[in-house]
């Protein structure tokens, strides 16, 4: 039981950072199609 427990709070630990690297880049993507839009 205390595998699966660890386990589970690795995911869990892993999932967030992916979910945090993906609205980062989501973000910095919208940010420079906005910069782009306004300079043309």
Known sequence: MAA???N???II???HVYIRIVV???SLMSS???QMRDGH
Do not use: E, N, P, Q
């Open 4 to 6: 699966v427990g660890l």
């Open 8 to 10: 589970l709070s690795l």
């Open 13 to 15: 630990t892993i999932s």
């Open 24 to 26: 980062y880049r989501l």
């Open 32 to 34: 420079r199609y906005s």
